[in-house]
């Protein structure tokens, strides 16, 4: 009994970090924190949201970040200029962020 209490609070414990440890997208001077295939996040560099959330920053209404870890994430299948496979994460049924859609 007491390894079955045991395993579950790890389980809680490490489902709960992995929530904080997500990486969203967010600029220097935003007050919302994005998700990697948001038509909004624009020039915004990749943090976790344990930062996003200490610096003060929401979530975009539109993408909704704190949504994330319940829908399945492919990378995207598109090219960047320079011929390499894009780094975004999408939600997308075709597979393509918003950049290459």
């Known amino acids: 009994m007491k390894k079955v209490i ?10 709960a970090l992995h929530g904080l440890g997500q ?4 600029s220097a001077k935003g007050e919302k924190y994005h ?3 948001c038509r909004l996040s624009g020039d915004a560099g990749p943090l ?8 003060g920053k929401g979530a ?3 993408c ?4 994330l870890g319940k829908a399945k994430l492919n ?21 393509k962020c918003f950049q290459h859609q």
């Open 75 to 95: 990378q995207c299948t598109g090219k960047t200029a320079d011929g390499t496979r894009c780094k975004r994460k999408t939600a997308n049924k075709n597979k």
């Open 23 to 26: 990486t969203v997208y967010s």
């Open 35 to 37: 998700t990697a295939d």
């Open 48 to 55: 976790t949201m344990a930062e996003a959330k200490k610096a």
């Open 6 to 15: 045991f395993i579950t609070t790890l389980l809680i414990f490490g489902f």
């Open 64 to 67: 909704k970040p704190n949504d």
């Open 60 to 62: 975009c209404e539109i």
